[in-house]
């Protein structure tokens, strides 16, 4: 069975950067766009980053200018994030959207990689 393995994850200080990577180990098929959830303790999980087949990306505010998602949707997805901040720490969740669109009941979801920011 087709699924999505993220790595990259790990403790870094605040300013710091990691470079988060989703690949597909099989075929998912009717893949619309590709993003980043994450969700930290005691929150509800956000949409943080997404890259349609075309190449356009969406950014949630809180990440605009210090995150950028790239890749191929078929293949590998990344997530480079760049001055990184404690309210960044979260568990981050490769998704890929599947019908129906623009809701996550169709979608494939990687485990989760935990990304810690602290002094």
């Known amino acids: 069975q087709a699924q999505l393995v993220e790595s990259g994850g790990g403790l870094v200080q605040p300013g710091g950067s990691l470079r988060l990577s989703c690949a597909a180990s099989?075929?998912?098929?009717?893949?619309?766009?590709m993003g980043w959830y994450r969700q930290a303790p005691g929150k509800q999980r956000e949409l943080v980053a997404t890259i349609s087949r075309t190449g356009t990306t969406n950014y949630a505010d809180s990440v605009k200018g210090r995150f950028t998602i790239s890749g191929d949707i078929e293949n590998t997805v990344y997530l480079q994030m760049n001055n990184l901040k404690p309210e960044d720490t979260a568990v981050y969740y490769c998704n890929a959207d599947r019908p129906p669109y623009g809701s996550t009941m169709g979608d494939y979801w990687g485990q989760g990689t935990q990304v810690t920011v602290s002094s």
């Open positions: 099989g075929r998912i098929s009717y893949i619309n766009a």
